[in-house]
């Protein structure tokens, strides 16, 4: 087992000595018994993703769910439940995350808070010495992704971004066959999300339920009174909090557009343009959003280019698939979809290979295990998760402005447009003990 930091080497020096001391175990047995207990893990963040962590957590023995977390005592209770029903020990339950990260025997967290909490949380897990599975998109804001890179690395701890398609099979596969020139140069990649959501309506402040502490969901971010249209789930829509859909299910098509067209920095320039063309009500990011990012180096791989395309009202899939992406290259094409498979065409659209799949989370979690008990960077570490956040940053940025920026990939900042600049940052709730140092 590779120690990959001090608290690390504390916690399986200090496991050694016990074993050592109380059955007499060689050094050699004492490490391999620490490597074969389940690894006590907790989960914050319990709804609709967190539920799907829990359940899956919940079937593994080689890890044990010893906290559950989550700020609405409803489904904090759920979670608790849910790891019981499955025959494992009874977790422990709290509203606020720090009494988790103070309890030196959970080693990995699993955050499936809103994304407002994504970068906070990650970076004082990080600096507990944890092991951190984060949401998509990894964080909030651009601003927020480096300094989560900066957390993972200064601590020495394993950092995997949700997006699970990065340690599927088939997805591997068709990304391994473009990278081997399948369909020859790939100089365009496209990513949709395509499919039907419910307009939020329109609300009016209220009262929060008196099973949520609300004041502890909006944390770190900029206050905004509660109304019921806010969350759960829907948050995503709302700016102090989410992304847009671009940066819920628009980030898994865009994460794999940009490993497709095989460009590890930011691009040069992005345009973008959309709005709520379908919908009036309260949400604040388009239905409708057209993103374009251009990589525009000759020297090193030519110009390259990759298409966001959003629908949220469309009750038909696009192309055979309702989330998905097309690679286009020299010599033919691979469509590839979120539920669906690949097919791959060559010249005058023939059919020249398949392959059947849909994302799945497990492989996910074996791989941020293994990475934890051997050492390595996962699938998908922090440094790809924010590389492909910052398209979806960057894609509302231009989109709110309809212009198209410059970008200087290297100090991660819009040329000559202080106001589009401006947004690579957010702004927090002042003095509130989660805003991280350096934002
Ligand atoms: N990888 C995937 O396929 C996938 C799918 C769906 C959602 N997600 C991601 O999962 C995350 C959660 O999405 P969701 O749909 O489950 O949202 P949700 O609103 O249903 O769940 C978020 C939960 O976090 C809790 N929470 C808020 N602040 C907290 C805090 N400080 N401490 C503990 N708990 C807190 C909320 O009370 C809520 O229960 C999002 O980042 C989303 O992008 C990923």
């Not at 906070?120 to 909030?140: M, N, R, S, W």
Request: charged residues 25%.
């Amino acid at each position: 087992m590779e120690i990959t930091n001090r608290r690390e080497f504390l916690a399986t020096a200090a496991t050694a000595q016990l074993a050592v001391t109380s059955i007499q175990a060689s050094p050699a047995e004492a490490a391999a018994d620490a490597v074969s207990k389940p690894l006590s893990v907790a989960v914050i963040g319990c709804g609709g993703m967190g539920r799907s962590h829990l359940a899956t957590l919940a079937g593994r023995e080689d890890v044990q769910v010893t906290w559950v977390c989550d700020v609405d005592r409803e489904r904090l209770a759920t979670a608790a439940k849910m790891i019981t029903d499955a025959g494992k020990p009874q977790p422990k339950s709290t509203t606020d995350l720090r009494e988790v990260l103070a309890d030196e025997s959970v080693r990995a967290v699993w955050i499936a808070t809103p994304d407002h909490w994504h970068g906070p949380a990650a970076i004082l897990a990080a600096d507990a010495g944890k092991h951190v599975y984060v949401e998509k998109p990894c964080g909030h804001n651009l601003r927020e992704g480096r300094l989560m890179i900066e957390a993972a690395r200064r601590n020495g701890i394993v950092m995997q971004v949700g997006t699970q398609s990065r340690s599927t099979a088939h997805v591997r596969q068709a990304m391994q066959l473009l990278h081997d020139g399948a369909i020859g140069e790939v100089l365009v990649a496209k990513a949709w999300n395509s499919q039907r959501r419910n307009s939020l309506g329109r609300q009016q402040p209220t009262d929060p339920p008196a099973v949520l502490d609300y004041d502890a969901w909006v944390g770190p971010a900029v206050w905004q009174p509660y109304q019921a249209n806010l969350l759960h789930g829907i948050w995503r829509f709302w700016q102090n909090y989410g992304c847009g859909d671009i940066g819920n299910d628009g980030v898994h098509e865009i994460d794999i557009a940009r490993w497709g067209l095989d460009v590890d920095r930011h691009p040069d320039r992005v345009a973008g343009l959309g709005g709520l063309y379908a919908v009036d009500d309260d949400q604040q990011y388009p239905d409708t959003q057209y993103c374009i990012y251009e990589w525009s180096t000759p020297e090193t791989v030519g110009t390259k280019q990759l298409i966001f395309e959003q629908r949220d009202w469309s009750p038909y899939v696009q192309e055979g698939h309702e989330n998905g992406n097309a690679f286009y290259g020299t010599k033919g094409m691979l469509v590839l979809g979120k539920k669906s498979g690949w097919q791959l065409y060559g010249e005058r659209n023939k059919l020249v290979d398949q392959a059947e799949g849909s994302f799945s989370l497990p492989p996910h979690y074996d791989n941020f295990l293994t990475c934890i008990r051997d050492g390595g960077r996962p699938h998908a570490d922090i440094e790809e998760g924010h590389r492909s956040a910052a398209l979806v940053h960057l894609g509302n940025i231009a989109c709110r402005h309809g212009r198209t920026l410059m970008f200087d990939p290297v100090a991660e900042a819009v040329i000559d447009d202080s106001e589009a600049n401006a947004e690579i940052r957010r702004r927090y709730r002042a003095d509130h003990w989660a805003v991280p140092a350096g934002v």
